[in-house]
């Protein structure tokens, strides 16, 4: 059987909260041609134009409303359930981001240093769009092509239904809903309305067929909006949560054209509104918290729900580091590497675990 390795890639954070360190990171977010895919020269000209002369101030600030002693908290996160995961398994667990540091260049590097002859891939994002999922397999190919070849590489699949990752959300969740409440919202990572359509190969289902995230079809396999309604209606069915007190928005969207709907801070004023006075929230389209998650959700949008008239506004933390999602992280890499022995073996075994796509 070759070395083996793991390597978790999550998205990333700036160096620290300054300005000059904010501008460079998102400089670099978005000037990837899956996360704002647009003709290069028009993605330039939007996002040195109208995007880093202004929005590197205001992101400084809200990172400083996060920042710890420590630094990063997606960072400090991430690093965490990489040494949780390592103490769980026999073979080495690296960490890279897809933007900053630790950067995945960096990451194979290390794995070449070890030794390594194939490497386990974690994006750590449960379900799949060209901007998260996609941009991480694309960026480890296109640079282990170059810099180490002798590498084999093999990547999780989104993992949005598979029943551990599901109960460790529940269990995530227990004490919030236990303690009471009126409503819970699902809120998810927006993208623009045009990824659903640019992932969807077939052009005829996704935004076109009626009811089409409902419709079984080969799109689902990349569908995002999908995946994040099979994630919510197996948390409902799995925590037995009445689906009438549920339901699902999107955040962090940018201005300019239609993202997915309805938007989660205009959502949390619309329940106050509507009358929910007790309010859960969760975030799983995140698995680490970080700005999104904590500045966006946990402050601002607790503030926006509770001067509309809400008085209960409870955030539950992304898995991070708990113990159920080290174990669903260390039984992939189990499976991953019997997969590995069977094909060393002979039977041909996958090197990918089910992606539960239905």
């Given at each position: 059987?070759p070395?083996t ?11 620290s ?12 977010f ?8 647009l ?17 590197p101030r ?11 002693d420590e630094?990063?908290?997606l ?13 769980e ?9 897809r ?6 260049r960096?990451?194979?590097?290390q ?20 901007s ?31 029943p ?8 995530s969740?227990?004490?919030?809903l ?12 927006g ?12 052009g005829v289902h ?18 995002y909006?999908a995946?994040c ?61 970080c ?5 966006e ?13 809400g ?6 933390p ?5 113990p159920?999602w080290?174990?669903f992280?260390a ?15 002979g ?12």
């Open positions: 059987m070395a390795a793991v390597l978790l890639v999550n998205l990333g954070s700036p160096d909260p300054s300005e000059p360190d904010v501008r460079r990171y998102l400089e670099e978005l000037s990837d041609d899956r996360v704002l895919d003709p290069k020269p028009l993605q330039q000209l939007i996002l040195r134009g109208m995007i880093l002369p202004f929005r205001r992101s400084a600030h809200a990172y400083r409303q996060i920042w710890t630094g990063s908290p960072l400090r996160i991430s690093e965490s359930v990489r040494a949780r995961l390592a103490g398994l026999d073979v080495p667990v690296l960490l890279a981001m933007y900053g540091n630790p950067s995945i960096g990451a194979l590097r794995a070449r240093t070890l030794g390594v002859e194939r490497l386990f891939v974690i994006p750590l994002y449960p379900h799949y769009a060209m998260s999922y996609e941009t991480v397999v694309h960026r480890v190919e296109e640079l282990a092509v170059n810099q180490t070849p002798e590498i084999g590489l093999d990547f999780l699949a989104p993992f949005f239904g598979h551990e990752y599901i109960d460790a959300l529940v269990e969740a227990a004490d919030a236990s303690a009471g409440f009126d409503h819970l919202l699902f809120s998810y990572h993208i623009p309305v045009r990824h659903l359509r640019k992932a969807d190969a077939s996704c935004c076109v067929a009626a009811d089409c995230c409902s419709t079984p079809a080969p799109a689902r396999t990349t569908c909006r995946q309604l099979r994630t919510t209606e197996a948390f409902v069915g799995r925590a037995r949560v009445d689906p009438d007190r549920v339901s699902i928005a999107y955040q962090s969207r940018l201005a300019g054209e239609p993202w997915l709907k309805p938007y989660t801070d205009k959502e949390l004023v619309r329940l106050a509104e509507a009358g929910v006075r007790r309010l859960v929230v969760m975030t799983p389209a995140f698995v680490s918290d700005l999104e998650t904590l500045e959700v946990a402050m601002a949008g607790r503030d926006a729900f509770l001067a509309a008239g008085e209960s506004f409870a955030h539950v992304c898995l991070n580091d708990r159920s080290i174990a992280l039984g992939r890499v189990n499976e991953w590497a019997e997969a590995q022995r069977r094909r060393g073996d039977d041909g075994g996958s090197a990918v675990s089910p992606s539960h796509v239905a």
